[in-house]
């Protein structure tokens, strides 16, 4: 992720709203309030971490939430936007503003790790929390638990609310949502995501779309009678000779990378069934739009060019990311008050271990601090993005990794289960729970920040998903099938 680094009083616009600051005894209890959560949050992460669900097969770890959510005494809704696994759970205490809080919780395939510092995989183990959502659903949820016993105690109106956002792993859960208006009476969004430090980010994300291409053609014994079959195997490798030909010629900054999800069942047979699976990066949508379709010309070609037919479908498709620059200066000062979290020796010892296994080196001791807003654009792409076109959005990263993890890897997956990964989705609950008491009493705060969002999506903007009005790809991690086998 490429950073640049600046004071977020740089970031504001010159006469910009400021929060009402929330009184010290509130705010200490806030934060003691979320102390008093963290064994609970602990556990809830390590029992999500065992669960590892995969996108919209999260039917565990999402009903845990639920189930916190409603013993809190929040309200929740269970399969919204035609999704099984997703959630929203509200607490309001009459009228007033509407602060959400984003949760995810599934895991990635192939990355199934013990809680140690080094190598383990755990043999027949098909998923792991490589991105550490097991930790941001938990957080979450003890982030809007702190602020409805805030909300009680000083008779706080508004509404709390927690979206159960499932799938972000390319299944693009929360476009649904979106599309279906759940966000539409919000007033602003607040989420956070596991990371090697602390800090608050308003730099674009990639906009991307992904799906997948299968290929059919004609099975027939491979030796003996090859000129009756035709390959859809040969479909997709000459579509990927195509795409990689295609590299040379779209704008600067896209990012087309795929992998072949079924390449037919034995040598010996003609394959009658491929598939390859796509992305389509670039920070911004619409060539993110045009690049692919001119990936499926290339998948037409390759179809016309093998004898075979092929058939395209758009698994996820997500905008880049316009954060509230407004509200990022909220959540700085919110993130600056509640600091870095501090390991004990014996964390200490285990990270030490563990970082011996990356092949980047940062000092240990930056989990303790906090960094300045980051404006870099990130190389990675996250479903968040499409609420930030039609809410005043913000995020921000907590320590939970050891400095120098990359995102999607065994080490990310080590630390999500370990006790340090916990203490950092802490930082991220507190850091949440100070930034919403504030916009619940920052009326002007909050109007600032729409008319920043309406400024920077533009006076015509009207959200369209870029995956369309397909019904939610509930089954995208299953694995593709297709063809037979052969015995000679």
């Known amino acids: 992720m490429i950073r640049s680094l600046l004071l977020a009083t740089a970031l504001a616009a010159p006469g910009v709203a400021h929060a009402q600051a929330v009184p010290e005894a509130q705010r200490k209890a806030i934060l003691s309030d979320v102390d008093g959560r963290a064994p609970a949050l602990a556990t809830t992460a390590r029992a999500i971490w065992d669960y590892a669900e995969v996108g919209f097969q999260e039917t565990r770890s999402s009903g845990l939430l639920q189930s916190e959510l409603k013993k809190a005494g929040f309200v929740v809704s269970a399969g919204v936007a035609g999704m099984p696994t997703a959630f929203v759970a509200s607490f309001r205490n009459g009228k007033g503003p509407v602060i959400a809080v984003l949760a995810e919780f599934d895991a990635l395939p192939g990355l199934a790790q013990e809680a140690r510092p080094e190598r383990a995989p755990i043999a027949g183990k098909p998923a792991g929390h490589g991105c550490g959502h097991n930790i941001f659903g938990a957080a979450s949820i003890t982030a809007a638990m702190a602020v409805k016993d805030w909300m009680v105690a000083n008779k706080i109106q508004g509404e709390i609310r927690v979206y159960g956002t499932p799938a972000e792993e ?56 090859p000129d009756k079959g035709r390959s859809a195997l040969d479909g997709v490798e000459v579509m990927d000779v195509a795409v990689n030909f295609l590299r040379e010629h779209v704008p600067i900054g896209t990012r087309i990378h795929y ?26 949508p619409a060539i993110v739009r ?178 369309g009005d397909r019904a939610p790809a509930l089954d995208y991690r299953k694995p593709a099938s297709g063809g037979g086998t052969g015995a000679d």
Request: glycine letters at 10%; a neutral charge; aromatic letters at 8%.
């Open 170 to 225: 390319g299944g693009s859960g929360k476009v649904y949502m979106v599309r279906a208006g759940l966000f539409d009476d919000v007033d602003a969004v607040l989420h956070w995501h596991p990371a090697d430090q602390n800090g608050v980010a308003v730099g674009k994300s990639q906009s991307n779309i992904s799906g997948k291409f299968r290929f059919y053609g004609l099975a027939a014994h491979a030796s003996a009678a």
């Open 290 to 467: 045009s690049v692919m379709e001119r990936v499926q010309k290339a998948a037409d070609g390759a179809a016309l060019a093998t004898g075979t037919t092929v058939k395209f479908e758009a698994t996820g498709g997500v905008y880049s990311m316009l954060a509230s620059k407004t509200l990022a200066t909220v959540m700085q000062r919110s993130l600056q008050t509640v600091g870095g979290e501090k390991w004990s020796p014996e964390e200490t010892q285990w990270a030490t271990a563990l970082q011996k296994t990356l092949p980047t080196q940062k000092a240990l001791e930056s989990v303790y601090t906090i960094d300045p807003i980051w404006t870099g654009d990130s190389g990675g792409s996250t479903d968040v993005s499409d609420i930030s076109w039609v809410v005043p959005t913000i995020g921000m990263n907590a320590a939970t990794w050891v400095p120098g993890t990359p995102a999607h890897s065994w080490q990310a997956v080590a630390a999500s289960g370990n006790s340090i990964g916990a203490k950092g989705g802490v930082v991220a609950a507190k850091t949440i729970a100070l930034t919403a008491a504030e916009l619940f009493d920052s009326p002007q705060v909050l109007a600032e920040a729409r008319k920043e969002l309406l400024a920077a999506r533009g006076a015509d903007f009207k959200y369209k998903a870029l995956l």
């Open 259 to 284: 992998i072949v999800t079924n390449g037919g069942q034995a040598p010996n047979v003609v394959p009658d069934f491929a598939e390859s699976y796509y992305y389509v990066r670039n920070t911004d």
